[in-house]
């Protein structure tokens, strides 16, 4: 019993580090590049890239492969999610997501 409920638990652990890396890949995907430069921070491609590996480690480290040393990078591979959420993020945030353009001037009916 001890065992599955271990089992559980690693497992879910798994899936919200995946979640965690997906959701932080898409945001990066969504900044625009000066964004980046601006802040000083890494190429967007460079976090692209890391975020990408990440992603792809924690999709390894999901059940059944749970049971091997793959686990163990999962741990590891959380981290540039981290930084991204933590120091990245907060610094590009402000420049948008470099989707549609919203209107210049004032609007509606005169």
Do not use: H
């Not at 930084?83 to 470099?98: A, C, H, S």
Request: aromatic share 10%; net charge positive.
């Amino acid at each position: 019993m001890l065992g599955s409920l271990q089992f559980l638990v690693l497992a879910a652990l798994a899936v919200v580090v995946l979640v965690v890396q997906a959701v932080a890949f898409v945001d990066a995907a969504r900044r625009p590049a000066n964004a980046y430069v601006s802040e000083g921070k890494l190429k967007k491609n460079i976090w692209l890239i890391i975020l990408g590996v990440a992603a792809v480690i924690g999709f390894l480290g999901l059940p059944p492969a749970m049971m091997t040393s793959t686990s163990f990078f999962n741990v590891i591979a959380v981290a540039p999610a981290i930084i991204y959420w933590v120091d990245v993020r907060p610094k590009i945030q402000p420049y948008g997501t470099g989707g549609g353009r919203r209107p210049q001037g004032p609007t509606g009916g005169w």
